[in-house]
T-cell receptor, first 116, second 116 residues
């Protein structure tokens, strides 16, 4: 079974600065997808960014980018120019690309605080 | 932009009572999911549903749980006899069939279930 580990329960960043959230995962599969979801205080789950394992190029979405290291099974999220609205719980998630299993496996989350 | 909706936003029930949580997935999506998040813990997969049948389920999804797509739009989760430990946020999600971004799961805002 796949596992996802987020070793930083809490992180803080000054507004306008850059922060990196860590995620590692364990799998024996070669084809899979990785995601970062954001959960603000409303508790809605919002997709931030996704990465296909077969792509070597790191995904970017505006101020959000990832550092995907497949051999190390690492998938970190970098938030540049942090804004107050970025404050939320961030979850890393894994999904197999094989067979019919499509469920997401989530990490335990990192609570990000943005300081004004 | 289309979105997944869930009702009610908050449900309070007595232990032993039956509850039905409702979801309206995005209209052209084909895969449907239920996840739950106990307060302060990670999001956990419960069940996935495709082509009018369960495609995957977790150990959590025991005989007390059932899912149904009673019509062309709703997707429901029923808990037959609620326990205190069923108190959690329940998320519905859906995605298209296919590869790439078509396969991304989009989440509803969640239903907070409180069992007294």
């Amino acid at each position: 079974a796949q596992t996802v580990t987020q070793s930083q329960p809490e992180m803080s960043v000054q507004e306008a600065e850059t922060v990196t959230l860590s995620c590692t995962y364990d799998t024996s599969e070669s084809d899979y997808y990785l995601f970062w979801y954001k959960q603000p205080p409303s508790r809605q789950m919002i997709l931030v960014i996704r990465q296909e394992a077969y792509k070597q190029q790191n995904a970017t979405e505006n101020r959000f980018s990832v550092n995907f290291q497949k051999a190390a099974k690492s998938f970190s999220l970098k938030i540049s120019d942090s804004q107050l609205g970025d404050a939320a719980m961030y979850f890393c998630a894994y999904r197999s690309a094989l067979g019919s299993a499509r469920q997401l496996t989530f990490g335990s989350g990192t609570q990000l605080t943005v300081l004004p | 932009e289309p979105e997944v909706t869930q009702t009610p936003s908050h449900q309070v029930t007595q232990m032993g009572q039956e509850v039905i949580l409702r979801c309206v997935p995005i209209s052209n999506h084909l895969y449907f999911y239920w996840y739950r998040q106990i307060l302060g813990q990670k999001v956990e997969f419960l069940v996935s549903f495709y082509n009018n049948e369960i495609s995957e389920k977790s150990e959590i999804f025991d005989d007390q749980f059932s899912v149904e797509r009673p019509d062309g739009s709703n997707f429901t989760l029923k808990i037959r006899s609620t326990k205190l430990e069923d108190s959690a946020m329940y998320f519905c999600a859906s995605n298209l069939r296919g590869q790439g971004f078509r396969d991304t799961q989009y989440f509803g805002p969640g239903t907070r279930l409180t069992v007294l």
